[in-house]
Each structure stands twice: as structure tokens, then as C-alpha cells.
T-cell receptor, first 114, second 119 residues
Framework: DVKVTQSSRYLVKRTGEKVFLECVQD?????MFWYRQDPGLGLRLIYF???????EKGDIPEGYSVSREKKERFSLILESASTNQTSMYLC?????????????FGPGTRLLVL | AQKVTQAQTEISVVEKEDVTLDCVYE???????LFWYKQPPSGELVFLIR??????QNEISGRYSWNFQKSTSSFNFTITASQVVDSAVYFC????????????????FGEGTQLTVNP
């Protein structure tokens, strides 16, 4: 079974704080993705990574950065959290960089920025 | 640009009713994949099905069935004899290739349909 885990299910942070969201997969997947989910908007891609130390911007990268120092771990960083970053954050991974690969998701982190 | 539309924001049915969730997509690509995911209250997206653009054969898996019609750019999902455990948000998604030089891809999601099955 594919296993994607996220470090926290719920987080409450204050405006201006630096926030780290961690994602780990244990299936030696090459590709990892970060999405945010908001009501009425579906899931939107923030950043993705096809390899260690490699990153690509998604559709809404502003206000976020990422880090991938090890293959199994992909971190999403909010440099200075703002209230409009209150959302559900979902991490996903795929085995290989092949076009048809299915993305498998973690349980999500609900972030509230006060 | 790629786009996925799920026009039904919320659907409420009574247990044992059949229900169809609509999905319409837009793409100029000739090769693409379509997905359905289920998101129960726990939050995790659960993969249900993947179809490629060249396979229009309908699929049935237990109480679930999918109707892919390329002519209308639709990929609808039907639950037969719905159960309370089917209550969830359902997402339709479109996978397209980023460019011809790489095998990278982009998954575009619809807005989701909240299905509530009442006992």
C-alpha cells in the first residue's frame, strides 16, 4: 500500500509566523506535490518536485516555498503566514515521472492562521 | 488551458437511491487521463478510477460505474443503491502533459461535489 503521511492534521499559527508543513512517503516515489484545497475552488497546485533538490512552481506559488533534501520528504514553507493562507493542505506523490502516473494523497493538514 | 467543471456543488439523496455526479472537462490535448477521487470527512483523497483518452469503454466496479463520452467531454460517475458511507466530497480531475520534451504532467481538479446520503 502507498503511504503518504503529513506531520500534522491540524495547526493553528499566528500571522507572521514561519510555518513548516511536512510530507513523507515511504514508497520511494520520485515525484511529490503540494496542493491547497479551498471550498468552491477544488485543489490548486502550489509546488511540485520531480527529484531531490529540485522544485517547480505550480499555479499558486506566491507566499510559499518548498524544500526537498531527501527523496522521501517534501516540505512546504510559509515564510510569513497570513490569514489568507488558512486552508487545507494536501500532499501527493507518484512513483515515476511518467505521464500517466496516479497521484496518491496524504490525509491533509488543516491550517488556521489567526 | 485545462479546465474541469463539476456543476453540482451539493447533492443530497436518500439511502438506496442512485446518484450521478457530473464532470465536464476542457483540453486541447489528444492524450490525457481522467480521474475520480473520493474525500471522506477524514480528509484524505482516495483514488477511485483512472481512464485514458483513448478508452471510452464504460467501467463498472461494484456499485460504482463511470460513463466516459469524448464527444461531450464528459466523465460522469454513478453510484447505484447509495449508502450512508458514500457521503463524501467527490473530485473529478484531468491529467495532461506539461510539454512534449518531458514526461511531467499536471493534474487539474474540478471544484468537487459534496454528496450526502441520508438514512
Amino acid at each position: 500500500d502507498v503511504k503518504v503521511t503529513q506531520s500534522s492534521r491540524y495547526l493553528v499559527k499566528r500571522t507572521g509566523e514561519k510555518v513548516f508543513l511536512e510530507c513523507v512517503q515511504d514508497m520511494d516515489h520520485e515525484n511529490m506535490f503540494w496542493y491547497r484545497q479551498d471550498p468552491g475552488l477544488g485543489l490548486r497546485l502550489i509546488y511540485f518536485s520531480y527529484d531531490v533538490k529540485m522544485k517547480e512552481k505550480g499555479d499558486i506559488p506566491e507566499g510559499y516555498s518548498v524544500s526537498r533534501e531527501k527523496k522521501e520528504r517534501f516540505s512546504l514553507i510559509l515564510e510569513s503566514a497570513s490569514t489568507n493562507q488558512t486552508s487545507m493542505y494536501l500532499c501527493a506523490s507518484t512513483l515515476e515521472t511518467r505521464f500517466q502516473e496516479t497521484q496518491y494523497f496524504g490525509p491533509g493538514t488543516r491550517l488556521l492562521v489567526l | 488551458a485545462q479546465k474541469v467543471t463539476q456543476a453540482q456543488t451539493e447533492i443530497s439523496v436518500v439511502e438506496k437511491e442512485d446518484v450521478t455526479l457530473d464532470c465536464v472537462y476542457e483540453t486541447r490535448d489528444t492524450t490525457y487521463y481522467l480521474f475520480w477521487y473520493k474525500q471522506p470527512p477524514s480528509g484524505e483523497l482516495v483514488f477511485l478510477i483512472r481512464r485514458n483518452s483513448f478508452d471510452e469503454q464504460n467501467e463498472i466496479s461494484g456499485r460504482y460505474s463511470w460513463n466516459f463520452q469524448k464527444s461531450t467531454s464528459s466523465f460522469n460517475f454513478t453510484i447505484t443503491a447509495s449508502q450512508v458511507v458514500d457521503s463524501a466530497v467527490y473530485f473529478c480531475a484531468l491529467l495532461t502533459q506539461l510539454n512534449q520534451e518531458t514526461s511531467g504532467s499536471r493534474l487539474t481538479f474540478g471544484e468537487g461535489t459534496q454528496l450526502t446520503v441520508n438514512p
